[in-house]
């Protein structure tokens, strides 16, 4: 039911900002567009991303430039890839203006809800939305399931369309004594729906783990064809999250 997670090599495609819009205080939406982007190659995954090469203050660097080159640079002139928007990426994309450059992989991903589930089941915080958002858009009319996502409060809150049978719960942060259990208490509390859910489960990485455990132990779900993914760790910056996240989803693999 799940499709297996790819991605692509790095590569010189590059977008211009054509124009920036505010989603919510704390989510941005950059277009890009232009001659750059002639050979990018869509996926048809709706979690899919992209690798964005941010150059620093600095850097001799100008998109289009040659990654492997890049590396050769003094570490502080390196690009900094990003996958979603923290830290320096965040920053980029309040202050981008028409006509910046970003350079970015070839996409990658590997879920696309499937039309033959009995249910879907989708779950995630800031960072999961685009992929929730458009793994809604593509269900059939007849899709049934429930989507929960956790944001800091209500006007953090996006209109996502979806089949009629899709109810949408939203959390937030601001009401709960510990925000990091707001997203796995809802699940361990969600009345599930008859048959087999196709799972999908993204974002902050306790959180993402918590979820997984309860689905695989206290409901006995087969997860090996789930898309569950922790996209970011709380406490951790984007660089220091890669140095661990490969043993970390193997401790993760063995809970339960």
């Not at 959390?171 to 196709?198: I, K, M, N, S, W």
């Not at 993204?202 to 789930?226: F, M």
Request: hydrophobic residues 35%; glycine residues 8%; charged residues 25%.
């Amino acid at each position: 039911m799940s499709l297996f997670r790819r991605s692509r090599p790095e590569s010189e495609l590059y977008g211009e900002v054509i124009e920036t819009v505010e989603l919510s205080p704390s989510m941005i939406r950059v277009v890009l567009g232009g001659d750059g982007l002639a050979d990018f190659a869509p996926e048809p995954y709706t979690d899919s991303y992209l690798n964005p090469l941010f150059v620093p203050e600095g850097s001799p660097l100008t998109p289009p430039f040659d990654p492997k080159a890049a590396r050769t640079l003094d570490r502080g002139q390196q690009p900094r890839p990003r996958r979603f928007n923290v830290g320096y990426a965040g920053s980029w994309a309040q202050r981008a203006a028409p006509g910046d450059r970003l350079q970015v992989s070839q996409p990658g991903g590997g879920y696309r809800p499937d039309p033959a589930a009995d249910w879907h089941l989708l779950v995630g915080d800031e960072s999961a939305l685009p992929a929730i958002a458009a793994s809604l858009e593509v269900m059939p009319d007849h899709a049934v399931g429930r989507v929960l996502v956790v944001v800091d409060g209500s006007d953090h809150e996006l209109e996502l369309q979806r089949p009629p049978g899709v109810e949408v719960e939203w959390l937030h942060r601001r009401d709960h004594e510990h925000p990091d259990q707001a997203l796995p208490d809802a699940v361990a509390a969600l009345e599930f729906l008859p048959g087999t859910p196709q799972l999908f489960v993204h974002g902050e990485a306790g959180e993402t783990r918590t979820v997984r455990k309860h689905l695989k132990i206290d409901r006995n779900l087969d997860i090996d064809g789930a898309s569950i993914s922790p996209y970011w760790r709380r406490t951790y910056t984007d660089e220091d999250w890669r140095k661990v996240k490969r043993q970390w989803i193997k401790d993760q693999a063995r809970d339960g």
